[in-house]
């Protein structure tokens, strides 16, 4: 496993959640596949300044990675749509859509988000104003777009990466042109957020039939 970027004390809990994914896609991948998945997601979550929970979001990353080339590759079934976000850095955007239209879907809807140059943090603006509504975004991290993330998406809806999203073939593709948070107070945040939360909304009724209410 890659570890170089990891202290002992971190690099001990990552080896432990390498075994619980062992058992949890046992059957499904090789041992050999789980740690190049965490090799390689230590690696591009090296930067991010999230020390405190690197090992519980290096566990969930490489986890929802797993699910998503298992659903990619037909080895574990899609029970329900699965939309992805995009947007530059994954931190304020497509943060906001994921954790919205993942409270508003009650599981009717698998929800991802990434970035293409996935920044270092979640907006702190972005992080008010969701807890203000009640919502958790602490579970939250910036993550690089992955092939298998993107192979698995029915929906991908990107939101200002432009030119940097890659196009995969066989996806229904939204473009929401919303304003950058980046730099902005919470009082300036607070009308995109409020935009997002509308268009999930009626993405969400438009995919399940009807949303249900917060």
């Known amino acids: 496993m890659t570890s170089e970027y990891l202290d002992p004390a971190t690099r001990r809990r990552v080896e432990r959640d390498l075994d619980q994914l062992r058992l949890e896609f046992a059957g499904v991948f090789s041992a ?3 740690e190049r998945y965490i090799a390689e997601s230590v690696s591009n979550m090296s930067g991010a300044r999230i020390e405190r929970y690197l090992p519980i979001f290096i566990t969930r990353f490489v986890r929802d990675r797993l699910r998503a080339l298992g659903q990619a590759e037909g080895v574990i079934v899609k029970e329900v749509p699965v939309v992805l976000f995009l947007c530059i850095h994954n931190s304020g955007r497509s943060v906001a859509a994921r954790v919205l239209l993942d409270h508003y879907a009650h599981g009717q809807v698998e929800v991802r988000s990434a970035g293409s140059e996935p920044g270092d943090q979640i907006n702190p603006a972005v ?3 969701l807890s203000e509504r009640g919502l958790d975004p602490t579970k939250e991290f910036p993550k690089p777009l992955t092939d298998e993330v993107a192979r698995a998406a029915d929906v991908i809806v990107t939101m200002g990466c432009g030119d ?4 995969y073939p066989g996806k229904r593709y939204l473009d929401w042109e ?3 948070p980046a730099g902005r107070s919470v009082d300036e945040v607070r ?3 409020d935009d997002i939360d509308g268009r999930v909304r009626a993405l969400l009724a438009e995919l399940v039939g009807s949303s249900k209410p917060a």
């Open 164 to 167: 940097a999203c890659p196009v």
């Open 191 to 193: 009308p995109i957020v």
């Open 178 to 180: 919303l304003d950058d």
């Open 127 to 129: 992080v008010q104003i």
């Open 32 to 34: 050999e596949t789980i």
